[in-house]
């Protein structure tokens, strides 16, 4: 099983920057893709930026030349920094990584979602 805690998320005004991290646990023996979407109250959940094992990444284009996706894979995390952050950039943001775990039967590759964390841009 793998486990996701993120942090960095808050209350910011318009302008300003916040760097979100996820870093994943258990018994890992692979992560591909990580990326972090983002959901508002009555919306759907929307990909914000992801990054595969090779290092390339993709990007909302709301959030193009804002945000920029890097991870860790020595310490398994993900980061996002956010600069000149918008009021519509207000909302949930969850960490969401594709990985390969042990077993007591072998391995297994699933999808994994962190709890959320809030972001919050006054105008």
């Known amino acids: 099983q793998v486990q996701l805690v993120e942090s960095g998320g808050g209350l910011v005004q318009a302008g300003g920057s916040l760097r979100l991290s996820c870093a994943a646990s258990g018994s890992i023996y692979r992560i591909n893709t990580m990326g972090w979407y983002r959901q508002t109250p009555g919306k759907e959940r929307e990909l914000v930026a992801s990054?595969?094992?090779?290092?390339?990444?993709n990007y909302a284009s709301s959030v193009k030349g804002r945000f920029t996706i890097s991870r860790d894979d020595a310490r398994n995390t993900v980061h996002l920094q956010m600069v000149s952050l918008k009021s519509e950039d207000t909302a949930v943001y969850y960490c969401?990584?594709?990985?390969?775990?042990?077993?007591?039967?072998?391995?297994?590759?699933?999808?994994?979602w962190g709890q959320g964390t809030q972001v919050t841009v006054s105008s």
């Open positions: 990054i595969t094992g090779g290092g390339s990444t």
């Open positions: 969401n990584v594709e990985a390969g775990s042990y077993t007591a039967w072998g391995t297994r590759m699933s999808v994994y």
